[in-house]
């Protein structure tokens, strides 16, 4: 029997874009176009009846704004929504405003030749209302091209744990699609004098800034983007900028950061797997590791390879993910010292650390 295809109602006003976005999803075996709205009062009434499984929504349109209709939308009938605009390029804060209204991720469109542009980013979207579909969404409370080659760590650094010791902790951390919101849930919970933090989401690189900057107003500890060669210090976080792998390495009785423009890793870099691999080799048993929702694997090796390596290692549990495949993968394989709800990660974090070293496990 044949797999119920994906059901996607595409919402922009302008009629190219609709074409173009019915194009590409009805050329996919495993999805179609069941209808495309205008604006968000037709939309509304096409959801009652055509029951989409995604929404791809704009930002900007007539009648209602985009990020006002999610807000409804995710109250009143939570589903799976990708944003598709060009506002969201800016890395502004509209864009994390959306993901934290409960959309599933984002896609920019192209500024200038859409029918072209929007062909070259088809993979992209279409990828990314795959993973909407299988998204776990939930109602809103009151208050790059892919590449081919599926590289291992291996191409940007080799195994060497063990090889040094240190007292210092660390915390590293790991995300993809969802990861926006369930890293703010960790990061806004740790104290000021947490241990140094490093930060791998997936994300373009016009977004990462904005991110870190979003995350600085909101936390206790100060966050920023990773830049080349700083030395990383307690209570800071640092957000792999979205064009390089961040790295843990050591100089002298330091741990510093280091960028890599290496190939992709898992189709991604930033890659979990290469930051979670120079976390074992590097820190070994005085880092502790975090995988959060994501599609794929990702991470999932280099995870096991911290664990390994003598880090204790936390995995977000399948309940409370956008998306369970990283968390699940790394489980599997046997990368996880514990699998623990996302609301309870930072304690969980800030408990053995204090069990570990010492300090005071308050939040």
Known sequence: MENRKIRVLVIDDSALIRSVMKELINREVDMECVGAAPDPLVAREMIKTLNPDVLTLDVEMPKMDGLDFLEKLMRLRPMPVVMVSTLTERGSDITFRALALGAVDFVSKPKM??????????????????????ARVRKLSPSSALVSERLTADAILPSIAGQFSSTEK??????????????????????????????????????TKSFADRLNTLCRISVKEAEHNERILPGHAY????????LLRRSGANYMTELSQGPPVNRHRPSVDVLFRSAANVAGANALGIILTGMGKDGAQGML??????????????????VFGMPREAIALGGASEVVPLQGIARHTLDYIARHSGKSNRV
């Not at 919970?189 to 977004?207: C, K, N, R, S, Y």
């Not at 957000?239 to 961040?246: D, E, K, Q």
């Not at 390879?305 to 956008?322: F, L």
């Open 113 to 134: 030749d859409i029918s072209r542009g929007m062909e070259e980013y088809a993979g992209e979207i279409v990828d990314k209302i795959r993973t909407a579909a299988q």
């Open 239 to 246: 957000i792999a900028p979205g064009h390089s792998h961040l």
């Open 170 to 207: 660390l915390i590293i951390i790991g995300a993809s699609t969802g990861g926006t919101e369930a890293i703010k849930e960790v990061l806004t919970h740790f104290p000021a004098d947490v241990p140094g933090i490093l930060v791998t989401q997936h994300m373009p690189e016009a977004f």
């Open 305 to 322: 390879e911290m664990r390994k390596a003598g880090s204790y290692t936390v995995a977000q549990d399948e309940a409370s993910c956008v």
